[in-house]
């Protein structure tokens, strides 16, 4: 079965402070896609990033970095300089290649307060 | 390109009453789910879509759920009767399927209020 586990239920950092969110998960399949979501106080879901399992290169988009490591199983994601605007709740999931249909597992989230 | 897009935003009514939230997704995604997200379960996903055919509908809490997909472009998620309980925001996300697995999509959201 596959589990997604965010540890961190809340982080609180000062402005311009570099913040990791954690993201470990469980699966059985070899081929997997993992994702990170941001959940702004308006609600929506947005779409961040997809990775497959076979490529654990680490991205960079602007401030924000991905690090995958299948040995851990873990898919961290880094903000640099951290801004107000980037406060919100972050979701991880995971998608097995098996699944039948598509369907996402998501961790229960991470709440992060970016204070001025 | 419009993304998905769900109606209505908000919706309050009295417990006993029908609610109907509507769905339009990307066009030319084949997968459509709907989602209930509460703070104490978080995100669950309810019912999913593959070319219009639902295909797993094991979240649905119970037989006062149920969801529809006539066409490609339009999906509806019906509680009747509704229950206090039922309050929570409902969200609508497509993708696209083909080949390998992609991101989903999601829609703004409707936040339902039962009284």
């Known amino acids: 079965a596959q589990k997604v586990t965010q540890a961190q239920t809340e982080i609180s950092v000062v402005e311009k402070e570099d913040v990791t969110l954690d993201c470990v998960y469980e699966?059985?399949?070899?081929?997997?896609?993992l994702f990170w979501y941001k959940q702004p106080p308006s609600g929506e879901l947005v779409f961040l990033i997809r990775?497959?399992?076979?490529?654990?290169q680490n991205e960079i988009s602007g401030r924000y970095s991905w690090n995958f490591q299948k040995s851990t199983s873990s898919f961290n994601f880094t903000i640099t300089a951290s801004q107000v605007v980037d406060s919100a709740v972050y979701f991880c999931?995971?998608?097995?290649?098996?699944?039948?249909?598509?369907?996402?597992?998501f961790g229960g989230g991470t709440r992060l307060m970016v204070k001025p | 390109d419009a993304g998905v897009i769900q109606s209505p935003r908000h919706e309050v009514t009295e417990m006993g009453q029908e609610v109907t939230l509507r769905c339009k997704p990307i066009?030319?995604?084949?997968?459509l789910f709907w989602y209930r997200q509460t703070m104490m379960r978080g995100l669950e996903l309810l019912i999913y879509?593959?070319?219009?055919?639902?295909?797993?509908d094991s979240g649905m809490p119970e037989d006062r759920f149920s969801a529809k997909m006539p066409n490609a472009s339009f999906s509806t998620l019906k509680i009747q009767p509704s229950e206090p309980r039922d309050s929570a925001v409902y969200f609508c996300?497509?993708?696209?399927?083909?080949?390998?697995?992609?991101?989903?999509?999601f829609g703004p959201g409707t936040r339902l209020t039962v009284t």
């Open positions: 990775r497959n399992s076979f490529d654990e």
């Open positions: 879509f593959n070319n219009n055919v639902p295909i797993d």
């Open positions: 996300a497509s993708s696209y399927g083909q080949g390998s697995i992609h991101e989903q999509y």
């Open positions: 699966t059985r399949d070899t081929t997997y896609y």
């Open positions: 999931a995971l998608s097995e290649h098996n699944n039948a249909g598509n369907m996402l597992t």
């Open positions: 066009s030319g995604h084949d997968y």
